[in-house]
């Protein structure tokens, strides 16, 4: 490659193809992608659904919203001088700081130049014969280009149930993923939230504050921690920023969970099993992952997941300190989490979720024995009960992992529909690539470890790796790379191997693609952590690209 071509990376574009690569998606992943494939001579062109960048936070503008993940690790960590003059707000960035973010990232980096917004993919089709993707959108729009890299994201397309009588009903409707961007008022108004997970749990308690009278549909309560959030002070920042270079390390070498940052201190996951601690120790150290806030608890014990001793033992824990924290105790017991592994569904990060039970204008109403029947023009109806409602949040979670990808047509070789080859569950190569659908990519796919890793960081690894591999393509005048079926039956094996052996196939959670009506029911995570899976990605292409088939 000449130094002419990196300086124009026009000129490297495929031969006969609009552009190199095109990705999807304009969110942490997909923004990285175009970064580090540009630099290294590609010619990309990114196609965006939404009218700015941000993914999951461009659509997720709901009341509350906000990472669950601490700022200084939910963050690039590709540019030094970027995570060094960026300063976080608070410990846990709300939406608008995190588009700010990314904003500030594609401006700074001059992103906007390769990207075209209001533009939603419906098709993407490969044609063999020029071993290259042909891409369509709503509008009709084509594009062409040897690589397809999908950014599509993990908690995207919304789930919203289709109960009877909705079109019917006369006041507002929401979703959390797909909030409007004028502010809504609830002023005076009767609010109906449908869902308790991480959306419901961080709007409720703002919602609650304006609305006349709110009324929360419940069907499974969730554990909610503390997250105690808290302003990153400039001392603070400073103390951590000194040591970034060593935090970005050590948020590598952990495999499940991340790092957390009390008063600039970094605590790490504990590496011991729960037997190998006292009663009293045990104790102290969920009394400290509680303390500390958030997520932390997954860091308690290394087979906190894998362990029910441990795991009951720590949900035990959880289930007396959200006890302590309402005062009516009918409702205490209605809102505290029962019959399933804690942790194996995400946790939620709250504030003030609990104690806005305690409020007049709040009810909660138990749909799980009694499901919701569906609405009327003026509210929702359970157990022969009519609820008024002016208004109604949805707040029923997304299609999560797979519903960004299956509703788009993506055809593979002999047009092979991935939506139907995944009726029954998602198929893939390190949640990376698919047999039958060569230079496919996907960022955070299903079966990689994003989830319940970083998936910042996961995007960064995916998208270096991308851009090496296209550079040795280049080289080698491959055109052509495709997960090989073996491989592919190996990850799907060792996939599900990893996840029978924890508890989270209990959980009727979106990792278990439970929460949608008649999908499959398969683990949709890798939960073998980052450290495993890097081992096994870069072991694919270090030797030689074993695991995929290249065509020259
Ligand atoms: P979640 O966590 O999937 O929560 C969705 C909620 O909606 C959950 O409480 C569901 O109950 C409830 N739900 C879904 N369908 C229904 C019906 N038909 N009736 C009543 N209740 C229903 O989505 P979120 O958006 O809150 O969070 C997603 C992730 O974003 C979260 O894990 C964090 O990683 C950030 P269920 O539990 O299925 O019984």
Redesign the pocket.
């Given at each position: 490659m000449s130094v002419e071509t990196l300086e124009r990376p026009e000129a490297a574009r495929a031969v006969g193809t609009d552009f190199d690569a095109i990705v999807i998606g304009a969110g942490f992943a997909g923004l990285y992608a175009l970064h580090r494939l540009r630099k290294s001579g590609h010619a990309v062109r990114l196609l965006e659904a939404g009218s700015g960048v941000g993914g999951t936070w461009y659509w997720?503008r709901y009341p509350g919203a906000r990472v669950?993940i601490e700022s200084h690790e939910y963050s690039y960590s590709f540019d030094d001088e970027l995570q060094q003059e960026w300063v976080w707000s608070e410990r846990y960035p709300a939406q608008p700081e995190l588009m700010r973010y990314l904003n500030h990232v594609a401006d700074r980096f001059d992103l906007r130049s390769d990207i075209q917004f209001n533009t939603r993919v419906t098709v993407a089709r490969h044609d063999e014969d020029r071993a290259c993707w042909l891409i369509q959108t709503a509008t009709g729009e084509r594009f062409s280009a040897r690589f397809c890299v999908m950014a599509t994201g993990l908690?995207v397309a919304p789930?919203k149930?289709e109960?009877p009588g909705l079109d019917g009903f006369k006041g507002r409707q929401f979703h959390?993923?797909q909030w409007p961007r004028e502010n809504v008022d609830f002023s005076g108004r009767r609010v109906g939230v449908?869902?308790?997970?991480?959306?419901?749990?961080q709007s409720i308690p703002l919602i609650a504050e304006q609305a006349a009278h709110l009324t929360v549909?419940?069907?499974?309560p969730?554990f909610c921690i503390p997250a105690n959030n808290r302003p990153n002070t400039s001392e603070n920042d400073q103390a951590l920023k000194a040591r970034y270079a060593e935090l970005r390390h050590i948020e590598h070498e952990i495999s499940f969970g991340g790092f957390f940052l009390t008063n600039s201190r970094i605590e790490l996951p504990t590496l011991t099993t729960y037997a190998d601690a006292t009663p009293e120790q045990r104790l102290a150290e969920f009394e400290r992952r509680y303390q500390s806030g958030g997520l932390n608890c997954y860091s308690t014990y290394s087979d906190i997941v894998t362990n029910r001793e441990a795991n009951d033992a720590l949900g035990d824990f959880v289930r007396n300190k959200i006890r302590q924290r309402i005062k009516n105790p009918e409702v205490a017991e209605k809102l505290i989490p029962r019959g399933w592994p804690i942790l194996t569904?995400?946790l939620?990060a709250d504030t003030n979720y609990y104690e806005t039970y305690d409020r007049d204008n709040v009810s909660l109403i138990d749909?799980?024995d009694t499901?919701?029947e569906g609405f009327t023009p003026d509210g929702i109806l359970v157990n022969g009960t009519e609820y008024p409602l002016d208004d109604v949040v949805?707040?029923?979670?997304?299609d999560?992992l797979t519903g960004s990808l299956t509703r788009i047509d993506i055809r593979g070789r002999g047009g092979r529909s991935l939506k139907d080859e995944w009726a029954q569950g998602p198929r893939t190569f390190l949640g990376f690539m698919v047999e039958g659908f060569p230079n496919l990519f996907m960022m955070n796919g299903p079966g990689s470890p994003g989830?319940v890793f970083q998936p910042v960081l996961l995007g960064q690894f995916q998208g270096d790796w991308l851009a090496d591999c296209f550079d040795w393509m280049r080289l080698h005048q491959r055109r052509s790379i495709e997960a090989t079926e073996a491989a592919q039956d190996e990850w799907i094996r060792h996939c599900n191997e990893v996840a029978e052996a924890t508890l989270f196939p209990e959980a009727?959670?979106?990792y278990m693609g439970?929460?949608i009506p008649g999908k499959a029911r398969v683990i949709l995570i890798y939960l073998g952590g980052f450290l495993e899976y890097r081992r096994r990605f870069n072991a694919a292409s270090d030797e030689g690209y074993a695991g995929f088939t290249l065509t020259a």
């Open positions: 997720n669950d908690l789930n149930p109960f959390t993923a449908i869902g308790t997970g991480s959306s419901a749990v549909f419940q069907r499974t969730a569904k995400r939620c749909v799980k499901p919701i949805f707040a029923t979670g997304f999560a989830a009727n959670s979106w439970a929460n």
